[in-house]
């Protein structure tokens, strides 16, 4: 089986893709078999992706020489492309981490779509995404990662503008489509360089020839512009400053696609393109800094907007913002393992939240404002007690899951930061800040939501059990996950590393810094919102650093920002091209348009219709061609006795 | 062949023909003298392929035949000019080339 899996890994991506084909053109009309497709093509995905990643991980060899199988797609005079799977441990790790985590949601989906008219066309939605994004996983050039790349932010538009009825979900559609095509128009130039420079897109011949850049005649200045433009692409992708905007209004789409698209595809697709082209980012350490200096950024950035939100599920989107910044931080300090094993936590207790954010959605009809919720714990055991085990993760509080993957990150930085880079420091410095942070505004969402009093009004219940059986898997997950990369046994970092294996000892100072942090953070979102029965001490705070409230409130005012900048800036240069093209570009064309009229009509007169004139001007072209030949051609001239 | 020609002689009287004949196609108004003076065209380029003929290749007598080809194709175009003259003088009344002016724009 496991020979078999390592030698059809090509089916992985390509089940949840023929279950998308069979929906759309048969099963269509019949709901439950719909979901019932998806569902077996997605486990069948994970059952091969399970055996991929035994088979990778028993077996050491993996990590220098990837399993690399492809066909010839097209080629021509000195450019091929090439399709194919390449297999090592990063990829074997997403593989089943994305079949898993898509196979949970769409159990999930079965009962939060229950009655919805377009229940079978969301789940052959939910099977082409998953069928992208592990086809990107296992993409062995990145020019098969870019096209399912772009695969994968089409299913976004299509998730997120999934209710289209409503405006507010098409408006959030568009906006993740453009804002992230931003970002993608930059990684495109980023691959064009790598082709024309490297003659080639595919990863390991990339990792070969990119360290000997010298011999391929360019600067590092030039390869530190490459990085960058291939960099803008993740930007968009994984929602970083300042491309971040599309993220949370992505929460207008199906609870389920929130989970799947912050968990699991579209936003660590960016995280894991970076993973991937790693070696690129080793050999520039600008653009390695600008990566680590915008994750950190992004995660402290993201996290004071968290501090302040109340809708349940923008609360969790700018908590993932704030992780993704993280997992950017660890590759932008140069460790994979720390990244990835972020990654894989976080997919867990991101989809864990997510999932119990759109039970509670459920319970109440919709409605979404933590402030006006309460209590529900009682009444809705499974949910509110798997989120707090996910709130427990992210706030890093051991043996949860998140502990062990964020005391990695910040332990890479601060050997980073030793090693010689003064920048490390601020880069720890805003990684713990946002550790603490995190912890307390996911205590806030968690105090106001679950316990505290109930809100008479809401008549909550427990969701079936369609939905509480993911919300246990993944709590478990959640839980016990993180167990694979202790510093004392780590595994995971055996597994998955770039360059030599890494080894830091157990950092105990670390990790009671990161524990008191976490502490604290719970410790003030349980003064403020759950031991303050009237939430007076918030309220009076918000009151006295008003303006500061009002700026995390409205995220620092960078959508309005951009709508300024797209009114005046954008607009006003638009109307001055406008202006460009009616006056100038109009006038030159229609102007040629005129001289031709114009001297066509006064060539008219020389037609005077007599014979005779025909004939002399005939006579006379004759002559001067005869004059010209003459004199023009030696030989001619000779032989027509003319002299020369 | 006794006293030699010089052969500018013939393309003396050829040049002068031919100018003769070219000054009448263009300026006389009768449609029939249009037709005799391109005759003497005609007859000025035969007198140079003979002539011609006579001086580079005596053997052969390309020249002569081709004077022979450009007598019978005048002959036709001749016959088929004055039907055309005939034809128009018919419907209009005149061979006044001056009047025939409706190929105009």
């Given at each position: 089986m496991?020979?078999?899996?390592?030698?059809?890994?090509?089916?992985?991506?390509?089940?949840?893709?023929?279950a998308?084909?069979?929906?759309?053109?048969?099963?269509?009309?019949?709901?439950?078999?719909s979901?019932?497709?998806?569902?077996?093509?997605?486990?069948?995905?994970?059952?091969?992706?399970?055996?991929?990643a035994?088979?990778?991980?028993t077996n050491p060899?993996?990590?220098e020489?990837?399993?690399?199988?492809?066909?010839?797609?097209f080629g021509?005079?000195?450019?091929?492309?090439d399709v194919?799977?390449?297999?090592?441990?990063?990829?074997?790790?997403?593989?089943?981490?994305?079949?898993m985590?898509?196979?949970?949601?769409?159990?999930?989906?079965t009962?939060?779509?229950h009655?919805?008219?377009?229940?079978?066309?969301?789940?052959?939605?939910?099977?082409?995404f998953?069928?992208?994004?592990?086809?990107?996983?296992?993409?062995?050039?990145?020019?098969?990662?870019f096209?399912?790349?772009?695969?994968v932010?089409l299913?976004?538009?299509?998730?997120i503008g999934?209710y289209?009825?409503?405006?507010?979900?098409?408006?959030?559609?568009?906006?993740a489509?453009i804002?992230?095509?931003?970002?993608d128009?930059g990684?495109?130039?980023?691959?064009?360089?790598?082709?024309i420079?490297?003659?080639?897109?595919?990863?390991?011949g990339?990792?070969e020839r990119?360290?000997?850049?010298?011999?391929?005649g360019?600067s590092?200045?030039?390869?530190?512009?490459?990085?960058i433009?291939?960099f803008?692409?993740p930007?968009?992708?994984?929602?970083?400053?300042?491309?971040?905007v599309?993220?949370?209004?992505?929460m207008?789409?199906?609870?389920?696609?929130?989970?799947?698209i912050?968990?699991?595809t579209?936003?660590v697709?960016?995280?894991?393109?970076?993973?991937?082209?790693?070696?690129?980012?080793?050999?520039?350490?600008?653009?390695?800094e600008?990566?680590?200096?915008?994750?950190?950024?992004?995660?402290?950035?993201?996290?004071?907007i968290?501090?302040?939100?109340?809708?349940i599920?923008?609360?969790?989107?700018?908590?993932?913002?704030?992780?993704l910044?993280?997992m950017?931080?660890?590759?932008?300090?140069?460790?994979?393992?720390?990244?990835?094993?972020?990654?894989?936590t976080?997919?867990?207790?991101?989809a864990?939240?997510?999932?119990?954010?759109?039970?509670?959605?459920?319970a109440?009809h919709?409605?979404?404002?933590?402030?006006?919720?309460?209590g529900?714990?009682?009444?809705?055991?499974i949910?509110?007690?798997t989120?707090?085990?996910g709130?427990?993760?992210?706030?890093?509080?051991p043996?949860?899951?998140?502990?062990?993957?964020?005391?990695?990150?910040?332990?890479?930085t601060?050997?980073?930061a030793k090693?010689?880079?003064?920048?490390?420091?601020?880069l720890?410095?805003?990684?713990?800040?946002?550790?603490?942070?995190?912890?307390?505004?996911?205590?806030?969402?968690?105090?106001?939501?679950?316990?505290?009093?109930?809100?008479?009004?809401?008549?909550?219940?427990?969701?079936?059990?369609s939905?509480?059986f993911?919300l246990?898997?993944?709590?478990?997950?959640?839980?016990?996950?993180?167990?694979?990369?202790?510093?004392w046994?780590?595994?995971?970092?055996?597994?998955?590393?770039?360059?030599d294996?890494?080894?830091?000892d157990?950092?105990?100072a670390?990790?009671?810094?990161?524990v008191?942090?976490?502490?604290?953070?719970?410790?003030?979102?349980?003064?403020?919102?759950?031991?303050?029965?009237?939430?007076q001490?918030a309220?009076?705070?918000?009151?006295?650093y008003?303006?500061?409230?009002k700026l995390?409130?409205?995220?620092?005012y960078?959508?309005?920002?951009?709508?300024?900048?797209?009114r005046?800036?954008?607009?006003?240069?638009a109307?001055?091209?406008y202006?460009?093209?009616?006056?100038?570009?109009?006038n030159?064309?229609?102007?040629?348009?005129g001289?031709?009229?114009?001297?066509?009509?006064?060539?008219?007169?020389?037609?005077?219709?007599?014979?005779?004139?025909?004939?002399?001007?005939f006579?006379?072209?004759?002559?001067?061609?005869?004059?010209?030949?003459?004199?023009?051609?030696?030989?001619l001239?000779g032989?027509?006795?003319?002299?020369n | 062949?006794?006293?030699?020609?010089?052969?500018?002689?013939?393309?003396?009287?050829?040049?002068?023909?031919f100018?003769?004949?070219?000054?009448?196609?263009?300026?006389?108004?009768?449609?029939?003298?249009?037709?005799?003076?391109?005759?003497?065209?005609?007859?000025a380029?035969?007198?140079?392929?003979?002539?011609?003929n006579k001086?580079?290749?005596p053997?052969?007598?390309?020249?002569?035949?081709?004077?022979?080809?450009?007598?019978?194709?005048?002959?036709?175009?001749?016959g088929?000019?004055l039907a055309?003259?005939?034809?128009?003088?018919r419907s209009?009344?005149?061979?006044d080339?001056?009047d025939?002016?409706?190929?105009k724009?």
């Open positions: 496991v020979d078999f899996a390592l030698t059809h890994a090509w089916l992985v991506p390509l089940l949840p893709a023929l998308f084909v069979i929906i759309v053109f048969l099963t269509r009309p019949y709901a439950r078999l979901s019932t497709v998806a569902i077996a093509a997605i486990f069948s995905s994970f059952v091969l992706a399970a055996n991929i035994y088979g990778v991980f060899g993996f990590i020489k990837p399993l690399v199988y492809s066909l010839r797609w021509m005079e000195g450019f091929t492309v194919g799977v390449m297999l090592d441990p990063t990829s074997a790790m997403m593989l089943f981490m994305v079949s985590v898509a196979t949970l949601i769409q159990i999930y989906s009962g939060y779509m009655g919805d008219p377009q229940y079978s066309v969301f789940f052959s939605y939910l099977s082409l998953a069928a992208s994004m592990l086809g990107l996983v296992i993409s062995s050039n990145l020019l098969q990662m096209i399912l790349w772009e695969l932010g299913c976004s538009f299509l998730l999934f289209t009825f409503k405006v507010s979900a098409r408006e959030a559609a568009k906006k489509f804002t992230t095509r931003i970002g128009f990684m495109m130039l980023g691959l064009l360089f790598l082709q420079v490297f003659g080639t897109l595919d990863l390991v990339l990792a990119v360290p000997n850049y010298e011999q391929f360019i590092l200045g030039l390869l530190t512009l490459i990085a433009l291939l803008i692409g930007i968009g992708k994984s929602g970083q400053f300042p491309l971040h599309w993220l949370p209004d992505a207008e789409g199906p609870t389920p696609v929130s989970a799947l912050h968990a699991a579209m936003v697709a960016g995280v894991y393109l970076v993973g991937r082209t790693l070696f690129l980012f080793a050999e520039v350490p600008g653009a390695a600008v990566v680590a200096f915008i994750g950190a950024f992004t995660a402290i950035f993201a996290a004071t968290a501090i302040t939100q109340r809708e599920k923008r609360i969790l989107a700018y908590s993932t913002v704030s992780q910044g993280y950017m931080l660890a590759l932008g300090v140069g460790s994979l393992s720390a990244s990835m094993f972020h990654l894989w976080h997919a867990f207790f991101k864990l939240m997510f999932l119990g954010a759109g039970s509670v959605l459920h109440l919709d409605k979404a404002d933590v402030w006006e919720m309460g529900l714990i009682k009444k809705m055991p949910t509110g007690w989120f707090v085990i709130g427990l993760a992210i706030a890093g509080i043996p949860f899951a998140g502990f062990w993957s964020k005391d990695e990150i910040l332990l890479v601060l050997e980073y090693h010689g880079h003064a920048l490390g420091y601020l720890f410095f805003f990684a713990a800040v946002t550790a603490f942070l995190t912890a307390f505004y996911m205590w806030r969402l968690i105090f106001l939501t679950f316990f505290g009093k109930e809100k008479p009004e809401n008549h909550p219940h427990e969701s079936p059990l939905m509480t993911p246990v898997v993944l709590a478990v997950l959640a839980a016990v996950g993180g167990l694979v990369g202790t510093p046994a780590n595994v995971w970092g055996e597994w998955i590393h770039f360059g294996v890494h080894h830091g157990p950092n105990y670390l990790m009671i810094l990161s008191v942090l976490a502490v604290a953070g719970i410790g003030l979102a349980y003064r403020l919102y759950y031991q303050d029965e009237e939430k001490l309220k009076q705070l918000a009151e006295r008003q303006s500061l409230y995390s409130y409205n995220k620092y960078v959508d309005e920002l951009y709508a300024w900048f797209t005046t800036v954008v607009d006003a240069g109307k001055a091209l202006w460009f093209d009616i006056y100038v570009v109009d030159i064309v229609n102007g040629l348009a001289v031709t009229k114009l001297s066509g009509q006064g060539m008219r007169f020389l037609h005077t219709g007599k014979m005779q004139t025909y004939a002399l001007v006579f006379l072209a004759l002559l001067v061609i005869t004059v010209v030949l003459a004199y023009g051609n030696p030989t001239a032989s027509l006795g003319g002299v | 062949m006794g006293t030699a020609l010089n052969p500018s002689y013939f393309i003396v009287l050829s040049a002068a023909l100018a003769i004949g070219l000054y009448g196609a263009l300026s006389r108004k009768n449609a029939i003298a249009v037709l005799i003076s391109i005759e003497i065209m005609l007859t380029v035969n007198i140079n392929l003979v002539a011609i001086f580079l290749t053997e052969a007598f390309i020249g002569q035949i081709f004077a022979i080809f450009v007598i019978t194709v005048a002959a036709a175009e001749v088929l000019g055309i003259i005939i034809a128009m003088f209009r009344h005149t061979v080339l001056d025939f002016d409706w190929m724009w």
